[in-house]
C-alpha cells in the first residue's frame, strides 16, 4: 500500500529534516509534484491556478507544506480525472474530488470555481475562474496576491482557520504589502485587512 507523504514525514524525522531543506531548494516531493501537475494541465489545455502555500510560495513567500491546492472548474476538474486519474495519480477515498500523486505520496486539494470559500455559505467572494485571477511565476499559472489574500480573508474568518489569517500577516510582512493594499480587495474585507495590517506594525520583534 502507498505509503501518502504525511506518513512519510511522520515516520522518519531525519527523512522530513531532508525534505524540508529540499523543499525550500524547489527539490522537494511537493514541487515535483506541482512541476508535473501543472505540465499536465497545460498540456490537456486545462485553465488552472496554483493556490495556497504553494502559490505564496511563487510569489516570493517561504513556508513548508504538505500538499499543493490547485484552482479550476468543474469542468476542469471532470476532466483532470477522466485524463490522469489512474494514470500516476489516485483518489485518497471513493467520493474525493481530491487526487493523490502515487510516486510521491503528496495529495492533491481542488477548489473549484463558483463555489464559496470559509464555511461554503454564499457571500461577496467567491473561488474564481482561474484564467481571470492569476498571473504566471517560474511558467506555473498562480493565484494573484490580491485573489490569495481575499480567500485567506474569508477563510481566515472560521475559528478552526486562524492560520490563514497568519499567513496573510506573514505575507505582508515578507512581501511588503502597503495599508492600502485593501483597496486592492473586495470592500466587504478591508477593515479584516487593516486590523491585520496594524497588527503587524505592532510586533515588537524576538524577544
Not at 467520493?95 to 495529495?107: E, F, M
Request: charged share 30%; net charge negative.
Amino acid at each position: 500500500m502507498m505509503l501518502t507523504y504525511e506518513e512519510k514525514l511522520n515516520g522518519d524525522t531525519a527523512w522530513a529534516l531532508e525534505e524540508g531543506g529540499m523543499f525550500f531548494e524547489r527539490r522537494s516531493a511537493v514541487h515535483e509534484t506541482l512541476q508535473r501537475l501543472t505540465k499536465s494541465l497545460s498540456e490537456l489545455e486545462i485553465d488552472y491556478a496554483v493556490a495556497g502555500s504553494m502559490a505564496m510560495f511563487l510569489h516570493g513567500f517561504r513556508r513548508f507544506t504538505e500538499d499543493v491546492d490547485i484552482l479550476v472548474t468543474r469542468e476542469g476538474l471532470a476532466k483532470i480525472h477522466e485524463a490522469l486519474e489512474g494514470r500516476g495519480y489516485v483518489k485518497p477515498f471513493a467520493a474525493s474530488k481530491n487526487l493523490r500523486d502515487t510516486q510521491t505520496g503528496v495529495k492533491i486539494d481542488f477548489l473549484i470555481s463558483g463555489q464559496y470559500p470559509g464555511d461554503g455559505k454564499p457571500g461577496p467572494v467567491v473561488f474564481p475562474t482561474p484564467g481571470d485571477a492569476s498571473t504566471v511565476q517560474d511558467g506555473i499559472r498562480v493565484l494573484t496576491i490580491e485573489k490569495w489574500t481575499e480567500l485567506k480573508l474569508v477563510s481566515g474568518k472560521l475559528p478552526s482557520r486562524r492560520r490563514d489569517w497568519a499567513d496573510i500577516q506573514d505575507a505582508i510582512r515578507a512581501l511588503k504589502l502597503p495599508r492600502n493594499f485593501a483597496d486592492r480587495l473586495d470592500p466587504s474585507l478591508s477593515e479584516d485587512f487593516y486590523r491585520l495590517w496594524d497588527e503587524v506594525q505592532t510586533d515588537v520583534g524576538d524577544f
